[in-house]
């Protein structure tokens, strides 16, 4: 089976750096991803790391580190629209296709 | 393009009856994903469809169940509807071959009385 850890929620002010830290046990692995949910929306993607290191995707980022289970989504000069869900998920080795398990997600708010 | 599309939106159904909850892809798009939203616990995967077959499946009872049609099209069906199954119904979309670039539609939020 499959177990993602990640905080469930964080408050950070309007303009700083807020890094979201996610932890994962699982018996394959192939392809970690980070999504953004605003209340009452559908998630929307974020970013995809599947080797060890950082992806960097304007004010986001995010890390993966295999050998640690550890992944962590840097989101960099926070905006107020910031404020929302982010959920991390990872892919089993073992599935072909689109089977993923989900964190429960962190809310972030962020504050003016 | 024209994004996921699910219907209907919203849903209030009582106890013992079933359900069928519909998911339109982006077009050109083969495979579709279920997922159930709760408090509780999360996000969960259901199942999967590709080429109208199901390609993966979740820990859900047998009362969940999905097909896809020719067109890609897919329903999900609950049947003898539990209180526990009150929750955001999420559909997400993929062209199939690039795992992750997934399209969520808005959502069904069924709600059991």
């Known amino acids: 089976g499959q177990n993602i850890d990640q905080p469930t929620e964080m408050t950070a002010t309007e303009g700083a750096i807020v890094q979201i830290n996610c932890t994962y046990q699982t018996s394959g692995f192939n392809g970690l991803f980070w999504y953004q949910q605003h209340a009452g929306e559908a998630p929307t993607f974020l970013s995809y790391?599947?080797?060890?290191g950082l992806e960097e995707k304007g004010r986001f980022s995010s890390f993966l580190s295999r050998s640690k289970g550890y992944s962590y989504l840097l989101l960099k000069e926070l905006q107020m629209k910031d404020s929302a869900s982010y959920l991390c998920a990872v892919r089993d080795s073992k599935a072909a296709g689109n089977k993923l398990t989900f964190g429960g997600g962190t809310r972030v708010l962020v504050k003016p | 393009k024209a994004g996921v599309t699910q219907t209907p939106r919203y849903l209030i159904k009582t106890r013992g009856q079933q359900v069928t909850l519909s998911c339109s892809p982006i077009?050109?798009?083969?495979?579709v994903s279920w997922y159930q939203q709760t408090p509780g616990q999360g996000l969960q995967f259901l199942f999967e469809y590709f080429s109208e077959t199901q390609r993966n499946k979740g820990n859900f009872p047998g009362r969940f169940s999905g097909r896809q049609f020719s067109n890609s099209r897919s329903e999900m069906n609950v049947s003898t509807l539990e209180l526990g199954d009150s929750a955001l119904y999420l559909c997400?979309?993929?062209?199939?071959?690039?795992?992750?670039?997934?399209?969520f539609g808005p959502g069904t939020r069924l709600t059991v009385t």
């Open positions: 077009s050109g798009h083969r495979s």
């Open positions: 790391n599947v080797l060890d």
């Open positions: 997400a979309s993929s062209f199939g071959g690039r795992p992750y670039e997934q399209y």
